[in-house]
């Protein structure tokens, strides 16, 4: 059993920057991990992607050119730079950890973030 620890959520101005973590209790090395999103009413959305190694990473076009999602095997960690935030990134986080096959199978308690001024 893993178990998730998201931190770094909070209220952060429109235009501002935040840094998401999420640590893993167990090894992280062989796995895929990712961040979702959910705002109140609407559809989770999968917001980043990064490999075991970290050379294959995706982005929705939402928040492209804006999030950069890394991470540290050694410290069993993922990250989410979150730049330049608007208000419709406002939301709770959740990061996952992904089975062999590809599909998340552990996820984080989730964090929130409000963009607001």
């Known amino acids: 059993q893993v178990q998730l620890m998201e931190s770094g959520g909070g209220l952060v101005q429109p235009g501002g920057s935040l840094r998401l973590s999420c640590q893993a209790s167990?090894?992280?090395?062989?796995?895929?991990m990712g961040w979702y999103r959910q705002a109140p009413g609407k559809q989770r959305e999968l917001v980043a992607t990064?490999?075991?190694?970290?050379?294959?990473?995706t982005y929705a076009d939402s928040v492209k050119g804006r999030f950069t999602i890394s991470r540290d095997n050694a410290k069993r960690t993922v990250y989410l730079q979150m730049n330049n935030v608007k208000p419709e990134d406002t939301a709770v986080y959740y990061c996952?950890?992904?089975?062999?096959?590809?599909?998340?199978?552990?996820w984080g308690q989730g964090t929130q973030v409000t963009v607001s001024s």
């Open positions: 996952y950890r992904a089975g062999l096959g590809g599909n998340p199978n552990y």
């Open positions: 167990g090894s992280i090395n062989l796995n895929r």
């Open positions: 990064i490999s075991s190694n970290g050379v294959l990473i």
